[in-house]
């Protein structure tokens, strides 16, 4: 799954991702890919204070293999369903 979309930024240098965020989950983890193409993932951290934030942002630069700069959140900092920017 992710591979998919490393090779999508390395080919186009930026995707958007939709994200739904299930926050307290035992760990960190991309569940799936959902069909309208938004990807359900775990995270540890609680949701409060910006904490599944900071989290989510610090997973998906590691997943990508990518500095947390890179990593944006465009819309839905305060909701389950977010909007990122990844960059190259």
Request: charged letters at 40%; a positive charge.
């Amino acid at each position: 799954m992710i591979n998919e979309l490393i090779n999508k930024i390395d080919k186009e240098g930026e995707t958007y991702l939709r994200i739904k965020v299930r926050p307290n989950a035992s760990r960190n983890e991309v569940r799936e890919e959902m069909g309208d193409g938004t990807w359900k993932i775990n995270i540890a951290a609680v949701a409060e204070r910006g904490k599944a934030n900071e989290e989510l942002i610090k997973f998906l630069a590691k997943e990508f293999k990518l500095r947390k700069e890179n990593v944006k959140i465009i819309s839905g900092a305060g909701e389950h369903i977010k909007l990122i920017k990844i960059i190259k």
